[in-house]
């Protein structure tokens, strides 16, 4: 079982930037590949980032590519999103996730693919 807290969540104007973080308690955190995702009101939750166990290997979707930076500090179970360049349709609750099943550079890009989630920390872009 692993628990898991995102903060750093605001508004902001477009073009600017916010730092998300995941905290993760409850069990090895370098046992767990994390993932971002995000959800407006009426939507499915969609995959934004996602990261290995170790940190070698990310993937994004490509609304996000080049804006977004996932990482993760395995020694402060945290993991990471640094989001700059940020849009209007960037608004949504931000979740992170956790899942184990992973191999060493492996993560999912589904909701099914993760076991844990956060509560989810919103983010709100003004035009």
């Known amino acids: 079982q692993v628990q898991l807290v995102e903060s750093g969540g605001g508004l902001v104007q477009a073009g600017g930037s916010l730092r998300l973080s995941c905290a993760a308690s409850g069990r090895t955190f370098s046992n767990y590949a994390m993932g971002w995702f995000r959800q407006v009101p009426g939507k499915e939750r969609e995959f934004v980032a996602g990261i290995s166990r170790s940190g070698s290997r990310t993937d994004y979707a490509d609304s996000v590519k080049g804006r977004f930076t996932i990482s993760r500090d395995n020694a402060k179970n945290t993991v990471n999103l640094q989001m700059t360049s940020l849009k209007p349709e960037d608004t949504a609750v931000y979740y992170c996730?956790?899942?184990?099943?992973?191999?060493?550079?492996?993560?999912?890009?589904?909701?099914?693919?993760?076991?844990?989630w956060g509560q989810g920390t919103q983010v709100t872009v003004s035009s």
């Open positions: 996730a956790a899942d184990f099943r992973y191999s060493e550079i492996g993560f999912g890009y589904t909701l099914g693919a993760y076991d844990y």
